[in-house]
């Protein structure tokens, strides 16, 4: 099966081997060594030398832990949403009380730097900055680095969404001041679903001591604090974590920049394929994802209709579109391990099952 959704994405079949193995004690010493290493080994990934703490749980945890972790009922934060999952995570800050300042833009769009800006200059009250990096419901990167440089103008904190950005796309944590990132294992790490990556900067220790959210499972300093005993507070969800040291291998064999450059030619395939197709994007092309791209259904077609026929029949299996853009566009995920073949595979099979539900190629598609 060619899984082409933006996660869980396919896993390689020795990080699958590795998720099999026998259970281990974990308050030993097998388990502590392998914590140290995996933390260690992400640091690299997430380009800090601050804590990165990994916590049991799927990506909307790490987010939860990072609100509460920082904020406290009744702050001000501004939540820049550009989607579906910018829209999560301010819900979260509003759930625990906060004061959400929402910062909102047209699915497809990026936000603007200026924006963040201009809404930080004008109230002084805002504590904390909430941003996704990559919104997977629209196939949009933001322009993380100059966000961050509008933020750390006004020394808030910011607190970034980078489950399907994080060891695929570039995030330089320490160079550009985020203060909180947070990653999911079923994105670009290519293991199965089960744990949260959060890096914490000092600036967000210190935000740790004051805020006053409730919180005990994500408790942070309860994880921080385990980690130096090779532990985690509560029981980790051990497989995925056997899983994960196998992936980080793999990926630091490929090289920290030949992941990113692969990951930026699959999205270029994956655009360049779909446009000769006729079809249009949704995203805003300067700001077009490299791991996650959204396509517009073209009239007339349903796309429950091209989902259900592209994975009966062509083995390919594209994700739908999320709240408000259920049935207006399809998505196709490339991050993780994906190769050139599996994006050709993808608009091939795209170019075939089209046609059936009636859609009328371009010419110069039709004459092939
Ligand atoms: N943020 C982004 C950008 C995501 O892509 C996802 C998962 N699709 C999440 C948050 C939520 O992660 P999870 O489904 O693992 O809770």
Not at 67 to 82: C, D, F, R
């Amino acid at each position: 099966m060619n899984l082409r959704i933006p996660g869980p994405t396919p896993c390689p079949p020795d990080v699958l081997e590795a998720v099999a193995r026998p259970m281990i004690n974990h308050r030993g010493r097998l388990f502590a060594d392998l914590i140290q290493r995996v933390s260690g080994r992400l640091r690299e990934f997430f380009q800090t030398k601050g804590d990165i703490l990994i916590l049991t749980g799927s990506g909307t945890g790490g987010m939860e832990a990072a609100v509460v972790n920082t904020l406290s009922p009744g702050e001000k934060v501004l939540a820049v949403s550009i989607g579906e999952f910018g829209r999560r995570f301010a819900a979260i800050a509003r759930a625990y009380g906060a004061q959400v300042m929402p910062l909102d833009y047209e699915p497809g769009q990026a936000a603007q730097p200026e924006d963040i800006r201009r809404a930080l200059g004008e109230d002084p009250d805002i504590v904390a900055v909430l941003v996704t990096h990559n919104e997977t419901s629209t196939g949009v990167t933001n322009p993380l680095r100059e966000m961050a440089q509008a933020v750390r103008e006004f020394d808030r904190l910011l607190l970034v969404d980078g489950v399907s950005s994080v060891g695929s796309i570039p995030v330089e944590t320490d160079a550009w001041g985020l203060d909180v990132v947070i990653s999911g294992s079923q994105k670009g790490w290519m293991v199965p679903p089960g744990l949260a990556f959060l890096s914490l900067s000092e600036r967000a220790w210190q935000a740790q001591q004051r805020a006053r959210m409730p919180r005990f499972y994500w408790d942070l300093a309860k994880h921080r604090d385990s980690l130096a005993k090779g532990q985690t507070p509560w029981t980790p969800a051990l497989s995925v974590l056997f899983g994960l040291e196998v992936a980080l291998e793999r990926m630091a064999r490929e090289g920290l920049e030949a992941i990113f450059a692969r990951h930026a030619g699959l999205g270029q395939m994956v655009r360049d394929g779909v446009k000769a197709l006729g079809l249009e994007l949704l995203a805003d092309e300067r700001f077009a994802s490299n791991t996650v791209t959204a396509v517009k259904m073209p009239p007339g077609i349903e796309a429950k209709a091209l989902t259900r026929l592209l994975e009966e029949e062509f083995d390919v299996v594209l994700a739908g579109g999320q709240g408000n853009l259920a049935g207006k566009i399809f998505r196709i995920g490339h991050l993780g391990w994906v190769t050139e073949e599996d994006i050709r595979q993808t608009l091939t099979a795209l170019e075939r099952a089209l046609p059936r539900l009636g859609y009328a190629l371009p010419v110069y598609r039709q004459a092939r």
